[in-house]
């Protein structure tokens, strides 16, 4: 570790003195430098898929500031989430722990308090909020980097925790959190409030319920009534507004901030004018204003679109105002998604290809073990620090824990991961025997397993039905799965089901149980 140390404080220095050079201040410079370490920025997108960054294939949304991180450093294309929704993903990455091993291994919403899909209810009632919590002392990639000696943040959506529990963002190393603590009220893009630590900060934003639908008489296809659904305070302005405070008030610090943003996650909502800018681009279209879950949207597939970009230029002020602060050359960008692409009468992922070049079809992307579900953009970016590089290293969100270890210079907890700094210095990479996920019983969905082995990915459906049939797909020449090879590499399955009983602890926790039945 030591050695990793060494190599990242000298490569963080030269781009110091790179940029200092004019002032003649290199003797101020070495001294700083003798300790330096590069700051740390995890973006993470809410339900974006691999394919809706331009860097990535995707034609319609304009990424201009992704893209450009992306051209200047190293743009992965086997990375992969920790699963394919949510919560579990995130404690993947918080831990370190793949989903045979994770705490949380699925979304649980702890439906037996009450009405904890309403808003209006959370609002009053602070018990409601929050999904099943982490164990109190868990060791997390922010307590590492505190230790570490990092200043650390999380600003965004948590969902490991209610504000009651002790598995908040300020219980589990960061010290400052700015954001969501429920995933459920994140879907509210003009919340009742927002928690500043383990405080609640109101909006005045009109109450409003996931849901709500058009008054009674009111035209589906003039703008006005929508207005309903709006208000004062956009959940993504407020949030980075707190992330440039954060920087700024860090420029002499190292620091490690997690932004964990809502988009694109439905319901669909963006500011008027980048709205228009779609609506010009794609023309009129029909609005939704039907069914369950969210609320209505006049311009559905230009929102999508106006959300991600706007979040691409949101990124394209943080990268200036790191210029401006003197720490663009000396701190890490990490870019991903939590898990695939949605698919609900509000998102169009198959208009957009949002999956691409994987299946954009309904099952085949966010809560499924297909590619489309779990393989993620993922973009790392060190200023001028790195060679531009597209990467086909095969890895996931469990080596997140052990890279920023290697970054900090500190011995890595236990995990299932492997770091990637070697990756990111251009050196040489050890690689993974292979990945593996979990992913129990799910609304409709009767349990998964799979495991990417080199160019094999094995898939087995319906495990909680004794299912023992697993499929095999060659994913480097077919990524969409289409062409099942199992009969003709029986020693190839043989080696995941292998994988599977030397991954897979039985959880505790009765909603993420998997009793898998072997061949």
């Known amino acids: 570790m030591c050695d990793s140390r060494v ?12 940029a200092t050079a004019e002032a003649s201040n290199g003797d101020k410079c070495a001294k700083k430098c003798d300790n330096q370490r590069p700051n740390v920025i995890f973006i993470l997108l809410d339900d974006a898929g691999y394919g809706d ?28 989430a920790g699963a394919p929704v949510s919560a579990p993903s995130r404690c993947t990455l918080m831990t370190g722990l793949h989903s045979g091993h994770a705490q949380i291994r699925s979304n649980d919403e702890m439906l037996s308090r009450g009405d904890v899909w309403s808003i209006d209810a959370m609002r009053t009632n602070p018990e409601l909020e929050g999904q099943a919590p982490m164990a109190a002392g868990t060791t ?5 980097m505190r230790d570490a000696g990092y200043r650390t943040a999380m600003i965004g959506k948590w969902g490991l925790g209610g504000p009651n529990s002790k598995s908040t963002p300020i219980d589990m190393g960061f010290d400052y959190f700015y954001g969501y603590l429920c995933q459920r009220m994140a879907q509210c893009y003009y919340p009742p409030f927002l928690y500043n630590g383990l405080e609640r900060e109101y909006t005045v934003n009109p109450r409003m319920n996931l849901g709500d639908k058009l008054d009674k008489g009111a035209d589906p296809y003039d703008t ?3 207005k309903k659904f709006t208000g004062p305070t956009y959940s993504p302005d407020a949030i980075y507004e707190r992330i440039e405070q954060f920087v700024s008030s860090s420029a002499d610090e190292e620091f490690f901030l997690m932004w964990t943003t809502t988009i694109p996650h439905s319901a669909l909502s963006a500011p008027d004018e980048w709205v228009a800018k779609y609506v010009e681009k794609f023309g009129d279209e029909e609005p939704v204003y039907t069914g369950k879950g969210y609320f209505p949207a006049r311009y559905p597939k230009a929102t999508y679109a106006a959300m991600i970009s706007y979040l691409d230029f949101q990124i394209g002020k943080l990268v200036e105002l790191l210029k401006a602060k003197g720490l663009y050359d000396n701190t890490i960008i990490m870019v991903t998604s939590d898990n695939g692409p949605t698919h609900n009468s509000y998102t169009n992922t198959n208009w957009f290809d949002c999956a691409h070049p994987f299946r954009s079809d309904r099952g085949w992307t966010k809560r499924s073990l297909h590619e489309g579900g779990i393989r993620m953009p993922f973009i790392v970016s060190w200023g001028d620090r790195i060679a531009p590089t597209v990467s086909d290293h095969i890895g996931y969100f469990p080596d997140i824990m052990p890279t920023l270890c290697d970054i900090a210079g500190v011995k890595s907890p236990k ?7 070697p990756t990111i210095l251009g050196k040489k990479q050890k690689e993974h025997k292979y990945l593996y996920w979990e992913f129990p019983p799910f609304k409709k969905e009767r349990g998964w397993l799979s495991v990417r082995m080199g160019q094999w990915k094995g898939l087995v459906t319906d495990v909680a039905d004794g299912n023992t049939t697993m499929q095999l797909f060659d994913i480097v020449n077919d990524p969409r ?38 061949p």
């Open 140 to 144: 997390t990639v922010a307590t590492v």
């Open 415 to 421: 995990s299932d991961g492997i770091s990637i700094l």
């Open 481 to 518: 799965e289409e062409r099942d090879l199992a009969a003709e590499n029986p020693q190839v399955v043989k080696a995941m089901w292998q994988a599977v009983k030397q991954s897979h602890t039985e959880s505790e926790h009765p909603l993420f149980k998997l009793e898998i039945t072997y």
């Open 53 to 80: 960054f331009g860097c990535y294939g995707q034609t319609k949304i304009e990424t201009p500031n992704i893209d450009a991180l992306a051209a200047r450093g190293i743009r992965f294309t086997d990375m992969y």
């Open 7 to 18: 190599v990242v404080a000298a490569m963080a220095c030269a781009a110091v003195t790179t």
């Open 224 to 226: 006005a009534s929508y």
